[in-house]
């Protein structure tokens, strides 16, 4: 088995910052891309940012110059959130899309997600 444990979210500011972190572990061989995800109120999930494996990063437009995606391992990302805005809010999700595991197989692996909330 295979899972993604978030951590980091909470209630901040307009203007502040967060870190997330979103750490893998399991019967795993190696791990391709990892991304965060988010779903806001009444809005559908939606991707945040991606990292490969050999650490090229992309992001969604409204977040960029603002997130940094990052992996200080093979198997752990992390998401930095600065100039946060009312409309980041959201429940964020770890997502690992292409895990090879020890028996062959790939899995698509999700966190349990962690609630941002940014408010004053």
């Known amino acids: 088995q295979v899972q993604l444990v978030e951590s980091g979210g909470g209630l901040v500011q307009p203007g502040g910052s967060l870190r997330l972190s979103c750490a893998a572990s399991g019967s795993i061989l190696s791990i391709y891309d990892m991304g965060w995800y988010r779903q806001g109120p009444g809005r559908q999930r939606e991707l945040v940012a991606r990292?490969?494996?050999?650490?090229?990063p992309n992001y969604l437009d409204s977040v960029k110059g603002r997130f940094t995606i990052s992996r200080d391992s093979a198997n752990t990302v992390f998401l930095q959130m600065n100039s946060l805005i009312p409309e980041d809010t959201a429940v964020y999700y770890c997502?690992?899309?292409?895990?090879?595991?020890?028996?062959?197989?790939?899995?698509?692996?999700w966190g349990q997600g962690t609630q941002v909330t940014v408010s004053s």
């Open positions: 990292i490969t494996r050999g650490g090229t």
């Open positions: 997502n690992a899309p292409s895990i090879l595991l020890r028996g062959g197989q790939r899995y698509d692996a």
